[in-house]
C-alpha cells in the first residue's frame, strides 16, 4: 500500500487513520482484506467501505498473477 486519499464527511478519518497504520505496519492488500474493524450498528455499516474495497483491488490484482 503506497498511499490513499479519502473525502466525505462521514468515517473519512477513520478510512485515512486505517490505511496510514497499515501503511506503517507494511501491511498489503491481502493483510488488509483479513483485518477485523469494530463497528456500532447504530451508526455504522456492518461492511467497511475500505474493507470492500480492498477486496475489489485484490481480486483485480490476483487477475494478473
Not at 40 to 56: E, F, G, K
Request: net charge negative.
Amino acid at each position: 500500500i503506497l498511499g490513499a486519499q479519502a473525502l466525505g464527511s462521514a468515517n473519512a478519518d477513520k478510512a485515512i487513520n486505517i490505511i496510514s497504520s497499515a501503511i506503517l505496519g507494511d501491511m498489503t492488500i491481502e493483510k488488509l482484506v483479513d483485518i477485523d474493524l469494530s463497528y456500532a450498528p447504530p451508526v455504522s455499516a456492518t461492511i467497511d467501505a475500505l474493507i470492500t474495497a480492498s477486496w475489489n483491488i485484490k481480486d483485480k490484482l490476483s487477475f494478473y498473477k
